[in-house]
């Protein structure tokens, strides 16, 4: 799942960034409200985090020209406000939630994984389809009850198959999910990337469930 972060205190930014890159998120970081909103209409993210006072364009304004284009992408803003009016005119704005800074990391985290599920049908941290499940907070994969090791990618690339099952997903749309703005469509990585998962996932298991559609991509279903 890849993530957009707003916010203009390089020091916060890169936290939130490298703690969410610890927890396998692909995430991009933008300084000011500008730049965020340019990103976020440009890129097709799974989250936005974003601050509230930011240079040149305030975080609500960014969510409500996000959401002047008909974008719903999941937001969470940061504020140091306190006061009922403020988280209310957030949430009015058109975020889904926020968070009090100084927040506790954990906590972000937890809002996070709420924030990713919300819209799908999984409403609790296990992934489940058909004998495979993946926990979303330990990271554990398991086919029969048996564990499966990942590494990050394949673990990234396994949830958002997961979450996105019976849905064609074509190369372009899992980089822009699984990578972050530094990758080079141009490689054929994401084939690799699919052939080691599926090594994993569906080799000696019944039944198949990564498949590949000619000329489109992939698909995660049963049989
Ligand atoms: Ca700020």
Redesign the pocket.
């Known amino acids: 799942m890849r993530i957009l972060v707003v ?3 390089k020091k ?1 930014a890169r936290f939130i960034q490298q703690g969410l890159e610890e927890e396998l998120y692909a995430v991009d970081v933008a300084h000011d409200g500008e730049k965020g909103l340019q990103m976020a209409t440009a890129e097709n993210y799974d989250l936005l985090i974003l ?5 040149k364009m305030s975080g609500l304004d960014l969510i409500k020209a996000v959401r002047a284009k008909h974008k719903t992408t999941p937001t969470l803003i940061l504020t ?1 406000k306190t006061t009922t009016e403020d988280k209310v005119a957030g949430l009015d704005s058109g975020a889904d939630d926020y968070l009090t800074k100084p927040f506790a990391f954990e906590e972000l985290l937890a809002r996070v994984r709420s924030l990713l599920r919300r819209g799908a049908q999984e409403k609790s941290t296990l992934l489940r389809v058909s004998n495979l499940e993946l926990d979303t907070v330990t990271h554990k994969a398991k086919r029969n009850g048996k564990s499966i090791d990942l590494t990050a990618k394949e673990y990234s690339l396994l949830e958002y198959f997961m979450r996105n099952r019976d849905r064609v997903l074509s190369r372009t749309i899992i980089s822009e999910h699984i990578w972050d703005y530094n990758f080079d469509t141009g490689t054929n990585i994401i084939d690799v990337y699919v052939n080691h998962l599926r090594n994993k996932v569906d080799e000696g298991f019944e039944p198949k469930l990564i498949h590949t559609v000619r000329g489109v991509g992939y698909v995660m279903k049963e049989g």
């Open positions: 916010e203009d205190e916060v601050d509230v006072m930011l240079p140091a």
